[in-house]
């Protein structure tokens, strides 16, 4: 997570820090759990923060899974696979992110108010309008 360097006017503050599932999984929310405890430990109030992320590292087949003798059990593996398919399901049928976790809520891009999806929470100051289907709305640097 880092401020925006450009921004000398404003105090700057970058931060990074790994962590490792113990137990591997595709499950979102022990990754979003992993993400929230990473974000905690290195967050500082005060900063005007420009963005964050999340790199995914190692990632393996999800069959079979090495369990680790203190961490999640394998009936909980499976509820949560379960848990996944019918999230999955329903945001298929009725669209993306018409069910998410909690933490995946987003404001608009005013700060007030609930953004319906992602895309819309975020700036999209120097998109182009179709950047993947008009080669005229690439952005052309001189």
């Given at each position: 997570?880092?401020?925006n360097?450009?921004r000398e006017?404003?105090?700057q503050y970058w ?18 759990q992993a ?11 005060g900063y ?5 992320g ?8 999800d069959?079979p899974?090495?369990?680790?003798l ?9 509820k949560?696979?379960?848990l996944d ?26 700060g007030k ?11 999209h100051?120097?998109?182009s ?8 709305d690439v952005?052309?640097?001189?």
């Amino acid at each position: 997570m880092n401020t925006n360097a450009f921004r000398e006017d404003l105090a700057q503050y970058w931060n990074f820090q790994e962590t490792r599932l113990i137990t591997p999984t595709n499950s979102t929310i022990p990754i979003v759990q992993a993400a929230s405890e990473v974000l905690q430990k290195i967050y500082i109030q005060g900063y005007q923060y420009k963005k964050a992320g999340v790199i995914v590292m190692g990632i393996s087949e999800d069959s079979p899974i090495q369990q680790d003798l203190f961490d999640t059990d394998a009936e909980t593996i499976q509820k949560m696979r379960r848990l996944d398919e019918v999230v999955d399901r329903i945001n298929r049928m009725h669209g993306s992110e018409t069910v998410v976790i909690g933490a995946q809520q987003y404001t608009q891009k005013n700060g007030k108010g609930k953004a319906n999806v992602f895309a819309n929470a975020i700036k999209h100051d120097h998109k182009s309008p179709c950047y993947t289907t008009r080669w005229k709305d690439v952005i052309k640097l001189k």
